[in-house]
């Protein structure tokens, strides 16, 4: 049995050795975490991560199937069941974080990834992005329904970026460092203080602007807690 599930991860692993870049089981798996915390600390919507969900997901059938073969009343294949609900709970949670930023950011979110530039990182899956203009829509006819049909001429029409709130970047986070940093430029709390620079020691953990790290998020040189 333990060599049956010992195989889960490794099989699909070699799958994939043809890859440039090619994580071992516990590696993803640590991926998709530090995805998930910082997608739910975050006050905005990060780069997806598709190419891991969509490995994670690939392994999680892998384990299902493997765990099929295990025979009944084996002590370890609840252990591993709880393995595999603990990663799919943390997989569901991350995307339903990343849709809720959706609905709730849809029309600034489509325009972002409206003006990303050639060679940026996407910011909605294809699936994300099908959602998300879909949202829209429904949103704008439903509002035209409901309401602006029976305004004004002149108010009926809406300004979707200016009716729905962008994130607050300056809100306040936790976060752990994971490379050291130096010279981070901190924006003063009040109009009596002026901007400081600290440097950002390897482990330490403090708690900051999100505006002033939010580069070292999308780069993973720190991590939200």
Same mark, same amino acid.
């Given at each position: 049995?333990?060599?049956?599930?010992?195989?889960?991860?490794?099989?699909?692993?070699?799958?994939? #050795?043809?890859?440039?870049?090619?994580?071992?089981?516990?590696?993803?798996?640590?991926?998709?975490?530090?995805?998930? %915390?910082? /997608?739910?600390?975050?006050?905005?919507? %990060?780069?997806?991560?598709?190419?891991?969900?969509?490995?994670?997901?690939? &392994?999680?059938? $892998?384990?299902?199937?493997?765990?099929?073969?295990?025979?009944?009343?084996?002590?370890?294949?609840?252990?591993?069941?709880?393995?595999?609900?603990?990663?799919?709970?943390?997989?569901?949670?991350?995307?339903?974080?990343?849709?809720?930023?959706?609905?709730? @950011?849809?029309? $600034?979110?489509?325009?972002?990834?409206?003006?990303?530039?050639?060679?940026?990182?996407?910011?909605?899956?294809?699936?994300?992005?099908?959602? !998300?203009? =879909? @949202? @829209?829509?429904?949103? /704008?006819?439903? %509002?035209? !329904?409901?309401? %602006?049909?029976?305004?004004?001429?002149?108010?009926?029409?809406?300004?979707?970026?200016?009716?729905?709130? /962008?994130?607050?970047?300056?809100?306040?986070?936790?976060?752990?460092?994971? /490379?050291? &940093?130096?010279?981070?430029?901190?924006?003063? =709390?009040?109009? #009596? &203080?002026?901007? @400081?620079?600290?440097?950002?020691?390897?482990?330490?953990? $403090?708690?900051? +602007?999100? +505006?002033?790290? !939010?580069?070292?998020?999308?780069?993973?040189?720190?991590?939200?807690?």
């Amino acid at each position: 049995m333990s060599d049956a599930l010992s195989d889960d991860w490794n099989d699909v692993q070699q799958e994939d #050795d043809s890859q440039e870049d090619v994580m071992t089981p516990a590696e993803l798996i640590a991926k998709l975490e530090e995805a998930w %915390l910082n /997608e739910k600390f975050s006050p905005e919507l %990060l780069e997806n991560k598709s190419e891991v969900v969509e490995c994670v997901m690939e &392994q999680l059938t $892998h384990m299902e199937s493997n765990l099929q073969r295990v025979k009944k009343g084996d002590a370890k294949a609840s252990v591993h069941r709880m393995e595999i609900d603990r990663i799919r709970f943390v997989l569901s949670s991350y995307l339903r974080s990343r849709l809720q930023k959706i609905e709730k @950011y849809f029309p $600034h979110v489509l325009e972002k990834e409206k003006s990303r530039r050639d060679g940026e990182p996407s910011l909605l899956s294809p699936e994300e992005c099908a959602f !998300a203009k =879909e @949202y @829209y829509t429904n949103t /704008e006819t439903y %509002l035209k !329904a409901v309401a %602006l049909k029976r305004m004004p001429p002149n108010l009926q029409t809406v300004d979707m970026l200016k009716a729905v709130p /962008e994130p607050c970047l300056d809100s306040f986070v936790f976060l752990r460092v994971k /490379e050291r &940093q130096e010279n981070i430029m901190v924006e003063p =709390e009040t109009d #009596d &203080q002026r901007e @400081y620079v600290v440097d950002l020691e390897e482990g330490s953990q $403090h708690l900051m +602007r999100y +505006r002033t790290i !939010a580069p070292l998020v999308s780069s993973g040189a720190v991590q939200l807690i």
